[in-house]
């Protein structure tokens, strides 16, 4: 056997359906119960909880113990860029699951990666911010200019603060339904936070949808309209 990652390892986890289920509802950033996840998966608790010690110990979940109850997230968001880099590949050569109705459409307008924007909207903020020099894209690497300082510190976002954290600041998150990259890292998740605390969009409970309020689409649009 040759040296190195074992990626068979994780992709065997990751492609069993109950577990790929299970990661999925984490994607929203929620903690779930073993008996919510099993709903999820559409598995008994014991098989659920049999999923949940792999994933566990794969270091894809993490368990969080609160009084009697123990809940289950990703591990972290390096965990769910690889998951939405999965469904883009699953999309793109056709092995998708049809789910019809308003929830699909408005699942690619906007949604929850784990804790950041994503779908259309989360695409277009991070076009508008490359295309007025605010976030400089490397590679696969993407940092604030001297400008997107300014701009995310009027906008209401803590930058010293969030750099006192272990998340890396700026990331890119490759968008399974629009194909291109939306903004993740700290100032990723700040930015839907302040969005959502200026009343522009709101999360649906327990589902990845995120809903815009017409003051959102309005102020959205005269923020990160499209450029040039």
Not at 112 to 132: D, E, F, T
Not at 195 to 213: D, H, L, N, S
Request: hydrophobic share 40%; with cysteine; proline share 2%.
């Amino acid at each position: 056997m040759k040296e190195g990652p074992d990626i068979s390892r994780i992709a065997a986890l990751i492609g069993d359906p109950a577990r790929s289920n299970i990661l999925t509802a984490l994607m929203d950033g929620r903690a779930l119960t073993a008996s919510e996840l099993a709903e999820e998966a559409g598995v008994g608790l014991s098989t659920a909880s049999g999923h949940l010690s792999k994933l566990t110990e794969a270091a894809l979940v993490t368990p969080r113990k609160s009084g009697r109850h123990k809940y289950f997230h990703l591990t972290d968001a390096e965990v769910a860029a690889v998951l939405e880099a999965l469904m883009g590949l699953a999309a793109r050569t056709g092995a998708t699951r049809v789910r019809t109705g308003p929830r699909d459409a408005q699942m690619q307008v906007a949604r929850v990666c784990y804790n950041h924007l994503a779908g259309r909207m989360g695409v277009q903020m991070y076009s508008s911010l490359i295309g007025r020099g605010l976030v400089v894209e490397i590679g696969e690497d993407a940092s604030l200019s001297d400008a997107g300082r300014t701009f995310a510190e009027q906008f209401g976002i803590d930058l010293k603060g969030l750099e006192k954290g272990r998340t890396r600041l700026c990331r890119t998150c490759l968008d399974w339904s629009e194909r291109r990259n939306h903004l993740a890292g700290s100032l990723g998740r700040a930015m839907l936070d302040r969005m959502e605390e200026q009343g522009w969009m709101a999360r649906v409970p327990g589902q990845r949808v995120i809903r815009v309020t017409h003051k959102g689409e309005r102020a959205f649009e005269e923020m990160f309209g499209v450029v040039g």
